[in-house]
């Protein structure tokens, strides 16, 4: 062996059981604003009066603000510690809610927009550190559940935007009350979240800096598993509508039934994880994603085609929690590598529906699918690339010690 050596291993937590839960129930609320935001995208296009091409660039600024803003998150939790960081991150991003509906014209809406998806990626980072190294101290996986607790959260506060718009509610004053209630709910739930802190001594992190190397092999697979589900949330409907004939009816509740199949998996994901491991876990759900994208590139009728994009949902949902669990145990400084895994597998969400927008105008439909199932089977390739999400996908093994006490790690994003 080298003469290197090797980190101590990270200390149990005090007290798991909290720990799972509050993490899982800061998850719930990041997915809860989104949730709520997205609900009143048709107010703020009527109310600004935007064409789809102005709209369209509005909600370009989110993913804009996220990646720019990743790298930051390690040096806020360096620096005030994990529990700190992430309730302030949160409660940033519960407050951003509030900004979109206010925007007077699109130039400040994209603005606003940028702050939103600003404190969406940092908050996002921060919280997905912090999931990695409680999944490391329990001893057992935990990542896809969490974000299965996003996607719940999502599906959660839906209704109430749905409602509002309903009852034809000013959108300023909705968001406004949803932003000040998931900021109260926000705190309690930090609380509870441990205070894990880099070692003494351990180099603070840069302002910004560029993802690691070692990150983005674990963000090609991310890519792969989000390029999907961006394609299959945006255009299942239009699918179902124009290629298998379905009614306005169907077309129109395929983007909840995809969410919820994906909440569902991602929620019984870990199960799968523990017995079986990260890397055989993605190669199933790569083969499995594979057989749903064959289905709906066959389809001629909604029978064929709404179990395809169901397939679809469950093979790729544990992936990207996958990828951050990998990318957490890359090097000293999960932050870093968190960051740069996100910011690949955000690209690949941003790109995915206007890319299959393209191939379908130049082709058709169907070979813009061919290629989400290219990519779907590319995941039986390179699942292992996620090989250091199995480290702790066994089962407890936890010992009652303080999570303040810290660990040899550079815990600069927990």
């Given at each position: 062996?080298?003469?290197?050596?090797?980190?101590?291993?990270?200390?149990p937590?005090?007290?798991?059981?909290?720990?799972?839960?509050?993490?899982?129930?800061?998850?719930?609320?990041?997915?809860?604003?989104?949730?709520s935001?997205?609900?009143?995208?048709?107010?703020?296009?009527?109310?600004?009066?935007?064409?789809?091409?102005?709209?369209?660039?509005?909600?370009?600024?989110?993913?804009?603000?996220?990646?720019?803003?990743?790298?930051?998150?390690?040096?806020?939790?360096?620096?005030?510690?994990?529990?700190?960081?992430?309730?302030?991150?949160?409660?940033?991003?519960?407050?951003?809610?509030?900004?979109?509906?206010?925007?007077?014209?699109?130039?400040?809406?994209?603005?606003?927009?940028l702050?939103?998806?600003?404190?969406?990626?940092?908050?996002?980072?921060?919280?997905?550190?912090?999931?990695?190294?409680?999944?490391?101290?329990?001893?057992?996986?935990?990542?896809?559940?969490?974000?299965?607790?996003?996607?719940a959260?999502?599906?959660?506060?839906?209704?109430?935007?749905?409602?509002?718009?309903?009852?034809?509610?000013?959108?300023?004053?909705?968001?406004?009350?949803?932003?000040?209630?998931?900021?109260?709910?926000?705190?309690?739930?930090?609380?509870?979240?441990p205070?894990?802190?880099?070692?003494?001594?351990?180099?603070?992190?840069?302002?910004?800096?560029?993802?690691?190397?070692?990150?983005l092999?674990?963000g090609?697979?991310?890519?792969?598993?989000v390029?999907?589900?961006?394609?299959?949330?945006?255009?299942?409907?239009?699918?179902?509508?124009?290629?298998?004939?379905?009614?306005?009816?169907?077309?129109?509740?395929?983007?909840?039934?995809?969410s919820?199949?994906?909440?569902?998996?991602?929620?019984?994901?870990?199960?799968?994880?523990?017995?079986?491991?990260?890397?055989?876990?993605?190669?199933?759900?790569?083969?499995?994603?594979?057989?749903?994208?064959?289905?709906?590139?066959?389809?001629?009728?909604?029978?064929?085609?709404?179990?395809?994009?169901?397939?679809?949902?469950?093979?790729?949902?544990?992936?990207?929690?996958?990828?951050?669990?990998?990318?957490?145990?890359?090097?000293?400084?999960?932050?870093?590598?968190?960051?740069?895994?996100?910011?690949?597998?955000?690209?690949?969400?941003?790109?995915?529906?206007?890319?299959?927008?393209?191939?379908?105008?130049?082709?058709?439909?169907?070979?813009?699918?061919?290629?989400?199932?290219?990519?779907?089977?590319?995941?039986?390739?390179?699942?292992?690339?996620?090989?250091?999400?199995?480290?702790?996908?066994?089962?407890?093994?936890?010992?009652?010690?303080?999570?303040?006490?810290?660990?040899?790690?550079?815990?600069?994003?927990?």
């Open positions: 062996m080298s003469g290197t050596t090797a980190p101590p291993p990270p200390e937590l005090a007290a798991p059981r909290r720990a799972r839960r509050s993490i899982a129930l800061t998850f719930l609320v990041h997915g809860a604003v989104t949730g935001f997205v609900t009143r995208i048709p107010w703020i296009q009527h109310h600004l009066d935007l064409s789809t091409g102005q709209l369209g660039l509005a909600l370009v600024m989110p993913a804009v603000g996220s990646s720019l803003a990743m790298p930051l998150a390690g040096r806020f939790v360096h620096r005030y510690g994990g529990r700190a960081a992430v309730r302030g991150l949160i409660s940033l991003w519960c407050l951003s809610l509030a900004l979109p509906a206010l925007a007077p014209s699109l130039p400040v809406l994209c603005a606003a927009l702050v939103y998806g600003a404190t969406s990626g940092m908050a996002d980072v921060a919280m997905n550190a912090q999931g990695v190294e409680i999944e490391e101290r329990l001893g057992r996986s935990i990542m896809s559940g969490l974000h299965g607790m996003w996607s959260g999502g599906l959660l506060a839906s209704p109430f935007g749905i409602l509002a718009a309903h009852l034809d509610l000013d959108a300023r004053i909705q968001l406004a009350v949803t932003a000040l209630v998931l900021l109260a709910l926000a705190q309690p739930v930090c609380r509870g979240l205070d894990l802190r880099a070692h003494e001594g351990a180099e603070e992190p840069p302002r910004f800096a560029l993802p690691p190397r070692s990150s092999v674990i090609l697979v991310g890519f792969c598993a390029f999907a589900e961006g394609a299959s949330m945006d255009w299942s409907g239009v699918y179902l509508r124009d290629v298998t004939g379905a009614s306005a009816t169907v077309a129109a509740a395929s983007y909840t039934a995809f919820l199949t994906m909440a569902v998996s991602r929620l019984a994901g870990d199960a799968a994880i523990r017995r079986l491991g990260a890397v055989r876990t993605t190669r199933i759900g790569g083969a499995v994603a594979t057989v749903g994208g064959l289905l709906v590139v066959a389809a001629d009728s909604p029978a064929l085609a709404i179990p395809g994009f169901a397939l679809i949902g469950i093979g790729i949902a544990v992936i990207v929690p996958l990828a951050f669990a990998a990318a957490g145990r890359i090097g000293t400084n999960p932050s870093q590598a968190i960051a740069g895994v996100a910011t690949v597998t955000y690209t690949s969400g941003l790109i995915a529906p206007a890319v299959i927008g393209a191939l379908a105008q130049a082709t058709s439909l169907t070979v813009s699918f061919g290629l989400v199932t290219a990519l779907a089977c590319a995941l039986l390739l390179s699942a292992g690339a996620l090989r250091l999400a199995e480290r702790n996908s066994g089962g407890e093994n936890v010992t009652a010690m303080s999570p303040e006490k810290p660990s040899g790690k550079d815990l600069s994003a927990i």
